[in-house]
């Protein structure tokens, strides 16, 4: 299963994880689909960022996949030549490997990169409870770049997207509910920590139904008018055993305006659909947007 997949900054390749087990580790391919690179290998990585304004850089998390609070899973700055990419002989392209947070500050995962490239959102257990926090890009905890805390309570704020104009993050948190962690929600913040609000996409505040959400996996658009993400909206359309090796089989990809209105089904079938990328382009027709998704 290919997932995690995140545009370069011109569009014109993915970077993406193959499997989290023999095969796992960090590899590109071109948007058409008609050539692939290995970055590294034999090492269990996820949750790609690729920095909008360094074509040479994908962020990434390295260490087990879903696992607890204190679990070691480090964020990693990944460095390669991509001049590399276009080298039709060339299946593996040499990459350095400088890890930024701390090996004590438990499950840092799922980085985003800002659009200036200076600093990555990231989730990390280190305080005891799943919460997002912002550290520099370049220089990471490890070199003595800045560090700071933007959520802050006992619940999980985890999968961080942030908006190409730079001014708002989105996650998705059970905060709502702490102690429902199968229920996730779509909120914002601006990377200052004020204007934190919750985007009620299944219904009104306080309904059944939007009570009962499983948002994940979102992302902006270029506009920043528009959110993509996975979701179990559409409930489950084949029975779970009958479907191996998924992880959530009531998985589509739905789109909604930043107010909550317009929400839009992208995907229907018996598979999951998740961790979906927008193409960085400015695409006007909506119709068009999603070119990536792991299926």
Same mark, same amino acid.
């Given at each position: 299963?290919? =997932?995690?997949?995140?545009?370069?900054?011109?569009?014109?390749?993915?970077?993406?994880?193959?499997?989290?087990?023999?095969?796992?580790?960090?590899?590109?391919?071109?948007?058409?689909?008609?050539?692939?690179?290995?970055?590294?290998?034999?090492?269990?990585?996820?949750?790609?960022?690729? /920095?909008?304004?360094?074509?040479?850089?994908?962020?990434?998390?390295?260490?087990?996949?879903?696992?607890?609070?204190?679990? &070691?899973?480090?964020?990693?700055?990944? &460095?390669?030549?991509?001049?590399?990419? &276009?080298?039709?002989?060339?299946?593996?392209?040499?990459?350095?490997?400088?890890?930024? &947070?701390?090996?004590?500050?438990?499950?840092?995962?799922?980085?985003?990169?800002?659009?200036?490239?200076?600093?990555?959102?990231?989730?990390?257990?280190?305080?005891?409870?799943?919460?997002? +926090?912002?550290?520099?890009?370049?220089?990471?905890?490890?070199?003595?770049?800045?560090?700071? =805390?933007?959520?802050?309570?006992?619940?999980?704020?985890?999968?961080?997207?942030?908006?190409?104009?730079?001014?708002?993050?989105?996650?998705? /948190?059970?905060?709502?509910?702490?102690?429902?962690?199968?229920?996730?929600?779509? +909120?914002?913040?601006?990377?200052?920590?004020?204007?934190?609000?919750?985007?009620?996409?299944?219904?009104?505040?306080? /309904? @059944?139904?939007? @009570?009962?959400?499983?948002?994940?996996?979102? /992302?902006?658009?270029?506009?920043?008018?528009?959110?993509?993400?996975?979701?179990?909206?559409?409930?489950?359309?084949?029975?779970?055993?009958?479907?191996?090796?998924?992880?959530?089989?009531?998985?589509?990809? +739905?789109?909604?305006?930043?107010?909550?209105?317009?929400?839009?089904?992208?995907?229907?079938?018996?598979?999951?659909?998740?961790?979906?990328?927008?193409?960085?382009?400015?695409?006007?027709?909506?119709?068009?947007?999603?070119?990536?998704?792991?299926?």
């Amino acid at each position: 299963m290919d =997932q995690f997949a995140s545009f370069s900054p011109s569009g014109d390749f993915i970077a993406f994880n193959h499997d989290f087990n023999a095969n796992s580790g960090l590899e590109i391919i071109k948007s058409d689909g008609s050539k692939k690179w290995t970055l590294f290998r034999g090492r269990t990585a996820f949750g790609n960022s690729w /920095s909008p304004a360094e074509p040479d850089v994908i962020f990434t998390s390295v260490g087990p996949v879903f696992d607890s609070v204190k679990a &070691t899973v480090q964020i990693a700055r990944v &460095t390669f030549n991509s001049s590399n990419l &276009t080298k039709n002989d060339c299946r593996e392209i040499p990459a350095e490997i400088e890890l930024l &947070t701390k090996e004590e500050t438990g499950n840092n995962a799922f980085p985003s990169c800002s659009p200036d490239g200076k600093h990555l959102v990231f989730r990390s257990g280190r305080s005891g409870h799943k919460n997002l +926090y912002i550290v520099d890009a370049v220089k990471g905890e490890l070199e003595g770049g800045e560090i700071r =805390q933007l959520t802050e309570g006992p619940w999980i704020d985890t999968m961080p997207s942030w908006s190409p104009d730079g001014k708002l993050i989105a996650f998705s /948190s059970n905060r709502h509910n702490p102690d429902n962690v199968d229920c996730f929600s779509i +909120y914002v913040i601006h990377p200052n920590g004020t204007g934190l609000r919750r985007i009620h996409v299944a219904g009104p505040e306080e /309904s @059944d139904e939007v @009570d009962k959400e499983r948002l994940n996996h979102v /992302s902006f658009s270029k506009d920043c008018e528009w959110l993509l993400f996975a979701g179990n909206l559409g409930g489950v359309t084949a029975e779970p055993v009958s479907l191996p090796n998924q992880y959530q089989p009531y998985g589509d990809l +739905y789109l909604v305006k930043l107010d909550g209105s317009g929400l839009r089904r992208l995907t229907w079938n018996a598979y999951e659909n998740g961790t979906p990328a927008w193409h960085p382009s400015t695409i006007p027709n909506i119709e068009e947007n999603v070119l990536a998704a792991a299926i």
